[in-house]
């Protein structure tokens, strides 16, 4: 057995927190680039200068690159030859994320009681999955996710005899009623497969991948490609203005389900889809 | 490119038109979902709101403090159609200018036009590119609302588009 102390993933939750908020992923950064290089409408094109500039006011100033700092998802990849030593592995997690979020004077965005909005102004707890993966390394994530993009996200439990155009068509109308109120060019994720819960978190898992990473499933991939494609003849654009920037990109994930159904679930996202990773 | 400067009359907001880009310099007041909801709790039980809505500028915003006293770090925009059912007694009581992202409900258009005031965008998810524009920040009310009391801003060449103007007429409707 590897023994890690929850110390050290204490402080790589707290530099991942900082890092994710105020250094925009390269990936993404890369796709703004690239529409901003592509894209010829005029007012497309200053908004997406400025988000540009924002990345770099953001890393430069240790500013949050956007004002919601989230609801800090934390997801574990941790290695069944590793036992965690020095304390309570969730109490560290939470205490990397308080740690990184007062570092950063970033926002007190949680409420502890969701019905009645008491006790707010806090920092955490974070979300936080785990899985338990071979060899005796722990990988961890952190992203910071927005609401205004995650109150538009969607789940449909579909018939198993659904046709693929019947999941583009649920996908690119998830993105139309977001319209311009989650902060477009949207990056979308995409979970099909599985059960209910399942189906969400692969969703929310596909916003940590690289943007546009092409789906290892061959029907996802073409289906990816149709949707990307679709979504970017809304006409929604940058700010909900117009024009042909409306997605980033989508990523898909799958897993198997039943034969009597097929859980799709869309994780919408902004053009400051956020997350940080670090193996130790 | 329209410029304003100062402290905004509805009167003056009169000619302006849906799409039109504005830079402000100004005050501006924050207000998101429990601000409203208290405001409106307020206004509707007789009282007074805490803070002086006549041709207040309102922004919907819940900003990140910065290490620099008195500024903010981050303070971009917030969904707005979350305030559509607190909008009408703002409205009501002076409000001139709202600014958020985002569409509306319909009945804003014909809130704002009825009210005479004008509904801004500006840019959604550049909250560290608009921090830089507040050049001053103050608690005005709510501080135990932590991010989302209403603070007064004093911004410089804040960046606007009318999305909805004093005519109702929506940027956003029939978009997408």
Redo the contacts between chains.
Sequence with gaps: MRKINVRLVREAVKGLSLEANTVLRKDILGALKKAYKNKSEKRAKN?LK??L???G??AR?K???????GLPVVDLEIGQDVSFVGGDLNDAITQGVKDGYSA??????VVEDPIT?KK??LLTPPVTYMKIVAGNKVRITVAPKGF?SE?KSRIKMFKPTAAIEDIMDFIVETV?LA?????PPYVIGVGIGGTFDKAALLSKKALFLPVNSKSGDKAAARLQKAVFKNINK???GP????GSATCLGVNILTAPTHIAGLPVSVNVS???TRSAAKVI | MISIKGQIKKASLKNLKAGQEVIYTGTILTARDQAHKKIAGVLASGGKAPVNLKDAVIYYCGPTPYGIKNTVGSAGPTTSSRMDDYTEPVLKAGAAALIGKGSRDGKISKLLRKYGAVYFVTIAGAGAYLAKKIKKVKVAAYKELGAEAVYEFQVEDFPLVVAIDSRGNDLYSGRG
């Excluded at chain 1, 700010?239 to 117009?242: F, I, V």
Aim: hydrophobic share 35%; charged share 20%.
């Design positions: 908004i400025i988000l500039e924002n990345a006011i953001a100033e500013r949050a690159i956007c004002q919601d700092t950063g004077y970033f926002r007190k965005s909005r707010i102004n205004g109150n139309k319209g311009p109120d989650a902060c809304l006409n929604i700010m909900g203005l117009g902004c053009h400051a």
